[in-house]
């Protein structure tokens, strides 16, 4: 039997009219999005409002949950989960830690403190390509005002920080001999220091949050490992704050749960790749659409 593991999908990937097709076919991803279009008020199944950029956050997460429900009785039950950044509140939720109606409300308030944050504390980010992780934290060290956010790959790593900052990283670093520095799209500098007032923000809003017992591992980004009940909350603050380090989560799955299944729920296949770059001989699947689901069903069964 396979051994399964989980990749939610963080912000990034998410695209238009994303999940309307899975809406249109699927009851069980369909009843997944009215519950959460009754918690937030909002209606999720309209294509204008699932796709709005101030609703990204609640909208990938009630899609990458919706795929967790619909798929989760089809095939084995998977050994350990994670997810990128905003991907650990699915993770979490589809583990029985958290509640899915309390984590949409928590998720709703995140995305406004990083908002709020990021106009306070304008930043930029650029992901850097073919450059040793060590190499990028080291140029990060020598520069004020910028962090390395992001260890996605040995040969990627996002920084973050103030604009000039990242400017002035850019440059050293493709004279450290980066092969590319790409910058990104983003409207705040998330996982660096520049998120510090939306982090002290969180911190309140977990004290009246209750988590249960863990049914599944989640890998936490923050600290390589699984995540606890006694210090989730303290874990998920400093999150946004604290480098995201999903290479060494992908080769903790590996090491102590040896999978040899992943499949990521949610927008895109970001996750998947990240993980064929990282653990030789995973196979990944991704859903993202009725299209990739069927996929998937067909060859997990194939493969049995």
């Known amino acids: 039997m396979k051994k399964i593991g989980y990749l939610f999908s963080g912000q990034g990937s998410q695209f238009e009219k994303m999940g309307q097709d899975l809406y249109a076919s699927e009851p069980t991803y369909r009843q997944v999005i009215d519950e959460a279009s009754s918690v937030l008020d909002l209606d999720l199944a309209d294509e204008s409002v699932m796709d709005d950029p101030k609703n990204v956050q609640v909208a990938i997460l009630a899609m990458s949950y919706g795929i967790y429900c619909t798929v989760k009785n089809q095939f084995p039950k998977a050994q350990a989960m994670l997810g ?35 106009a306070a504390n304008p ?12 190499k990028v934290a080291a140029v990060c060290a020598e520069i004020a005002g910028v962090y390395p956010a992001n260890y996605n790959t040995a040969t990627q790593t996002v920084i973050g920080g103030e604009t000039s900052s990242v400017q002035t990283a850019i440059t050293t670093l493709k004279e450290a001999g980066a092969k590319r520095v790409v910058p990104l799209k983003v409207a705040v500098a998330s996982h660096t220091p520049l998120m510090q007032s939306a982090s002290d923000k969180l911190a309140t809003r977990l004290q009246d949050v209750n988590f249960s017992e863990f049914t599944i591992p989640v890998i936490s980004n923050t600290t390589g490992r699984q995540f606890e009940k006694d210090s989730v909350k303290a874990t998920l603050r400093d999150q946004l704050i604290k480098p995201t380090h999903f290479a060494t989560d992908l080769e903790y799955l590996n090491d102590q749960f040896e999978v040899d299944t992943l499949i990521e729920i949610g927008p895109g296949d970001t996750l998947s790749r990240f993980a064929k770059k990282t653990l030789k001989g995973i196979n990944t699947y991704q859903v993202d659409s009725v299209a990739s689901l069927n996929q998937v069903q067909e060859m997990m069964k194939e493969e049995d």
């Open 123 to 134: 930043g930029s980010m650029a992901a850097v390509l073919k450059l040793a992780p060590e």
């Open 84 to 118: 990128l950044s905003l991907g650990e509140y699915g993770a979490l939720v589809a583990s029985g830690a958290l509640d899915f109606k309390t984590a949409l409300l928590l998720v709703r308030d995140r995305s406004q403190y990083m908002a709020e944050a990021g």
